[in-house]
């Protein structure tokens, strides 16, 4: 059987998770909405409109969700996607992976733009087989819908011969709703209790760590 590994990007492989989460605080400050940095990280990840809805009251939800959204893209990509970073590790994990015979995909609800801007900044774009965002999946489950569109990618025929790397207990919960068996990394900013209660099998301190560690982590006993 083929194996292959579908690594979110967001907190996983690219240190934004803080800075996507600064830009939504200035954007909630801009409609008058005052949100602390901490109570916004922890809604990163949920599925579609169930962000917003988590950090504005029903009226002004109603009365602002679409623009915010609009103006929060606006501002991410203008003032804040130069400032990501790639996290140590990356590309030297993904090349052994190649080399061990995985198959690799990029799954992320980033902008298509912004995530082809990763992998440009990650240096991997000849590592990976596929690569997906929510751009191209329709409907609201996008923690089950992105994975699932990578899976397709890859041409496999089920979850039982994929991995899924993620930072985002929203991202690993709605990967084990689809089935994946999910690798947690705590360098997004949860704690590793955060990762295992969403449902992650292991958990590493990010990818230069799961690297040190490749021998004794799930990766080394697939099939």
Sequence with gaps: MPKAIIFEVDGTLVDSNV????????????????????????????????????LLSEEDYLRHADELTSYHRALFHEEYVSRVRPFLGVTELLQRLRD????????????????????????????????TTDAEVEGHRLNEEIPA???????????????????????????????????G?????????????????AVFGSPQDLLARY????????P
């Design 19 to 54: 800075l996507r989460a600064r830009a939504w605080q200035e954007s909630l400050a801009r409609y008058g909405v005052q949100v602390r940095l901490p109570r916004v990280l922890a809604q990163l990840g949920r599925e579609g409109d169930r962000f917003l809805s988590a």
């Design 100 to 131: 061990e015979g995985w198959r690799i995909a990029l799954a992320s609800s980033a902008e298509p733009d912004e995530l082809e801007h990763y992998i440009e900044l990650l240096g991997v774009a000849d590592l990976i087989d596929a690569r």
């Design 149 to 183: 569109e990578a899976i397709r990618l890859l041409g496999l025929d089920g979850t039982d011969e994929a991995l899924t790397v993620s930072a985002l207990p929203h991202d690993i919960e709605g990967a084990v709703r689809l089935g994946l068996r999910c690798l």
């Design 185 to 201: 990394l705590v360098c997004g900013g949860f704690s590793e209790e955060d990762l295992r209660g969403a449902g992650a099998m």
């Design 215 to 222: 021998a004794e982590s799930p990766l080394a006993t697939e």
